[in-house]
């Protein structure tokens, strides 16, 4: 097989490119030609949507499965069942579009193992999710992995993923593909693999591509689509047009005074309580974020994010999932539960009436886990909570400071681009799930359940603030 530049083949007659192909050559987009040389273990592929990273990594890997005598590919996104339309899907796709078909085996259907061989060797891709336990555990042996979208893939994955590659007399690689626009100040990718004190760096390749290095689109098409999904807004749009980090600040956020910087950073798990706030809406996840108290030094610490998405958006599966993380830390003291008191509501649906949070922590108990409940008998009102909330942030009020884990990076996330609506309270704009149909809310529960535990677990705080607010009012209606 011969690499030839894409810039010098799509200038070819398409009768000539038609020949080059079927006689074996592959054409690559210029900016990634490094890459086949790369002998680094993690190779860091990032940029601006449509760039063409995923399809880059993929023919490497391709070429990789036919020469290598030993090779041996999982490939996989954070969510096992996101694989199966994606990376398995531009596998299948380019060994297609390369004639490569009759030297592989692989079945495409819908409940097929997504397993591929190279029929020459037997070499492997095999599929994984970081969700998914029993996938990570079949991990044996293996040369390389490739992780799509790798930012939503937290630091514990990304380290368990890397400590597998351990074979020795073979080549070793972990490949990262993702787009830049969510990857925030706190996000590991950035703390670890791009900063100044970068502990990897000498195991580490990165390329930055843009959709203006992709010669199989057309760019001019392309840049008015990106246009159009920026709406204006210049900060997303360099974003997603051209590489650029995200943080897209608009002057509407509902936590105005959340600053990443100060209020984001590495938060060590205590000897003392842990607090569990929940939101139980289904969509796109059973939300729970997981605190611990400072009485003395007056710090609230959010330590965990565990966001249970189908199959595990329901309120035993949830539970399981905490008790689990629970045990992973050898936690034997009470659980104290906070979350939405609209979910203390009796179900009519379930046979014994019971409610969300009835199940939850039922199930909680039967996994041996002590809980108290702290679900307050009604929420507390939007736009004072986030008031309440933002003081803190920026004045310590009462003396309290919060801090987030800079390995929640999705409800860092949440806390950055969840909007405030004109009359103060949370904007939650639905979107439709493209496959189930279904109408949702993507951002903002995770914030709710921020509100909800620091309401609750400093409610005398809270109590005074509000007296102190409706005073400040009634001063202001006297003047």
Same mark, same amino acid.
């Given at each position: 097989?011969?690499?030839?530049?894409?810039?010098?083949?799509?200038?070819?007659?398409?009768?000539?490119?038609?020949?080059?192909?079927?006689?074996?050559?592959?054409?690559?987009?210029?900016?990634?030609?490094? &890459?086949?040389?790369?002998?680094?273990? *993690?190779?860091?592929?990032?940029?601006?949507?449509?760039?063409?990273?995923?399809?880059?990594?993929? $023919?490497?890997?391709?070429?990789?499965?036919?020469?290598?005598?030993?090779? +041996?590919?999982?490939?996989?996104?954070?969510?096992?069942?996101?694989?199966?339309?994606?990376?398995?899907?531009?596998?299948? /796709?380019? #060994?297609?579009?390369?004639?490569?078909?009759?030297?592989?085996?692989?079945?495409?259907?819908?409940?097929?193992?997504?397993?591929?061989?190279?029929?020459?060797?037997?070499?492997?891709?095999?599929?994984?999710?970081?969700?998914?336990?029993?996938?990570?555990?079949?991990?044996?042996?293996?040369?390389?992995?490739?992780?799509?979208?790798?930012?939503?893939?937290?630091?514990? $994955?990304?380290?368990?993923?890397?400590?597998?590659?351990?074979?020795?007399?073979?080549?070793?690689?972990?490949?990262?593909?993702?787009?830049?626009?969510?990857?925030?100040?706190?996000?590991?990718?950035?703390?670890?693999?791009?900063?100044?004190?970068?502990?990897?760096?000498?195991?580490?390749?990165?390329?930055?591509?843009?959709?203006?290095?992709?010669?199989?689109?057309?760019?001019?098409?392309?840049?008015?689509?990106?246009?159009?999904?920026?709406?204006?807004?210049?900060?997303?749009?360099?974003?997603?047009?051209?590489?650029?980090?995200?943080?897209?600040?608009?002057? =509407?956020?509902?936590?105005?005074?959340?600053?990443?910087?100060? /209020?984001?950073?590495?938060?060590? #798990?205590? $000897?003392?309580?842990?607090?569990?706030?929940?939101?139980?809406?289904?969509?796109?996840?059973?939300?729970?974020?997981?605190?611990?108290?400072?009485?003395?030094?007056?710090?609230?610490?959010? &330590?965990?994010? *565990?966001?249970?998405?189908?199959?595990?958006?329901?309120?035993?599966?949830?539970?399981?999932?905490?008790?689990?993380?629970?045990?992973?830390?050898?936690?034997?003291?009470?659980?104290?539960?906070?979350?939405?008191?609209?979910?203390?509501?009796?179900?009519?649906?379930?046979?014994?009436?019971?409610?969300?949070? =009835?199940?939850?922590?039922?199930?909680?108990?039967?996994?041996?886990?002590?809980?108290?409940?702290?679900?307050? +008998?009604?929420?507390?009102?939007?736009?004072?909570?986030?008031?309440?909330?933002?003081?803190?942030?920026?004045?310590?009020?009462?003396?309290?400071? &919060?801090?987030?884990?800079? /390995?929640?990076?999705?409800? *860092?996330? /949440?806390?950055?681009?969840?909007?405030?609506?004109? =009359?103060?309270?949370?904007?939650?704009?639905?979107?439709?799930?493209?496959?189930?149909?279904? +109408?949702?809310?993507?951002?903002?529960?995770?914030?709710?359940?921020?509100?909800?535990?620091?309401?609750?677990?400093?409610?005398?705080?809270?109590?005074?603030?509000?007296?102190?607010?409706?005073?400040?009012?009634?001063?202001?209606?006297?003047?």
């Amino acid at each position: 097989m011969r690499i030839l530049e894409a810039s010098v083949f799509k200038k070819a007659p398409p009768e000539l490119r038609e020949i080059l192909m079927k006689s074996g050559v592959l054409p690559v987009n210029d900016i990634f030609l490094p &890459i086949w040389e790369s002998t680094k273990l *993690i190779n860091l592929l990032y940029g601006s949507y449509g760039s063409g990273k995923s399809v880059a990594i993929v $023919d490497r890997l391709i070429d990789k499965s036919l020469t290598n005598k030993y090779f +041996r590919c999982y490939f996989g996104r954070k969510i096992l069942n996101d694989v199966r339309g994606s990376v398995f899907k531009t596998i299948i /796709d380019r #060994i297609r579009e390369r004639n490569l078909k009759h030297r592989f085996l692989f079945s495409e259907a819908p409940t097929g193992s997504m397993t591929i061989i190279c029929k020459d060797n037997g070499n492997e891709f095999i599929p994984f999710g970081a969700n998914d336990t029993e996938s990570l555990k079949s991990i044996k042996d293996p040369t390389d992995f490739f992780c799509e979208e790798l930012n939503q893939f937290t630091f514990e $994955d990304f380290r368990f993923i890397l400590s597998r590659l351990r074979k020795e007399e073979v080549s070793l690689q972990l490949w990262g593909a993702f787009n830049t626009d969510k990857v925030y100040q706190s996000h590991w990718i950035r703390t670890n693999l791009f900063s100044d004190k970068n502990e990897f760096e000498p195991l580490i390749y990165r390329l930055k591509a843009n959709y203006t290095d992709n010669y199989f689109i057309n760019q001019e098409t392309y840049l008015m689509t990106l246009r159009l999904a920026a709406g204006g807004n210049m900060g997303i749009f360099n974003a997603i047009a051209k590489g650029e980090w995200g943080m897209v600040r608009t002057g =509407d956020e509902f936590w105005k005074q959340f600053d990443e910087a100060r /209020d984001v950073g590495k938060v060590k #798990i205590e $000897d003392t309580t842990i607090h569990v706030s929940v939101d139980n809406n289904v969509t796109p996840y059973v939300t729970q974020t997981v605190w611990q108290v400072f009485p003395k030094t007056k710090e609230i610490n959010q &330590i965990a994010e *565990i966001l249970c998405r189908t199959p595990d958006n329901n309120a035993p599966k949830a539970a399981r999932r905490m008790a689990a993380w629970l045990k992973t830390i050898d936690y034997q003291d009470v659980l104290f539960v906070h979350g939405d008191s609209t979910a203390k509501a009796r179900s009519t649906v379930d046979e014994n009436n019971a409610s969300f949070f =009835d199940k939850y922590i039922a199930e909680l108990n039967i996994a041996g886990v002590k809980t108290i409940n702290r679900v307050g +008998r009604s929420n507390p009102r939007i736009a004072l909570s986030a008031s309440f909330i933002n003081d803190i942030y920026e004045t310590n009020y009462g003396g309290w400071r &919060i801090r987030i884990s800079e /390995d929640c990076f999705e409800s *860092i996330e /949440d806390y950055i681009l969840v909007k405030e609506d004109v =009359d103060g309270t949370m904007k939650k704009p639905k979107e439709t799930n493209k496959e189930t149909q279904v +109408r949702f809310e993507p951002q903002g529960h995770i914030s709710d359940t921020k509100r909800y535990f620091i309401c609750s677990v400093l409610a005398d705080v809270f109590k005074t603030y509000k007296q102190r607010t409706s005073k400040l009012k009634m001063y202001a209606v006297d003047s």
